[in-house]
């Protein structure tokens, strides 16, 4: 990246508010003894089926993430929102965003962990912060190796992960 780019990319950052990982990190989340039991099961359940699927396994995989979507708002006694997934190549690039008003999550890819910060703003409102805060240390708990391959750049969290270049845990979102 030029360095001209890097400051405009660091402009929006800035711009749009972005907590920094040691802010995420740092943020005492509460986490429900309930929500953490779900989703290891859910991990061992839904969500290894999905892997292992060979047929339709990106559809399969949205299948799980909104039983997962589902339960947990259960869980903090919540309506689920609605999950509206587009996967086709045009979208891979966007990022997923939640809409307030129509209490929608929109996703153009499988990622748990941005699934989960587009939950957290479902469940907590508009705050960055506890939408990260509560991606982040909720997928930490339940995905501990997985965690350990994400790398972050600003606001991000990557995947290092060699079958997908763009990473397939691509934390980048925006909201409208
Ligand atoms: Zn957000």
Redesign the pocket.
Known sequence: MTPKKQSIKNLITKFMNYPTKNQILNERIILIKEEIEYFKKWKNREWKTAKKTQIQKEYTKILALRVLVNEISHIHDKEPPSVVATLTPATKNDSA??NHRHKTIYLHDTSIITTL??L??HLFG?S?LL??AYSVHLFKLVFPKSFKKLRWEGHKLLSISTNNKKGNQNYE???T
């Open positions: 965003s939640y910060h587009e957290g703003h508009k960055e939408a990260c979102w925006k909201h």
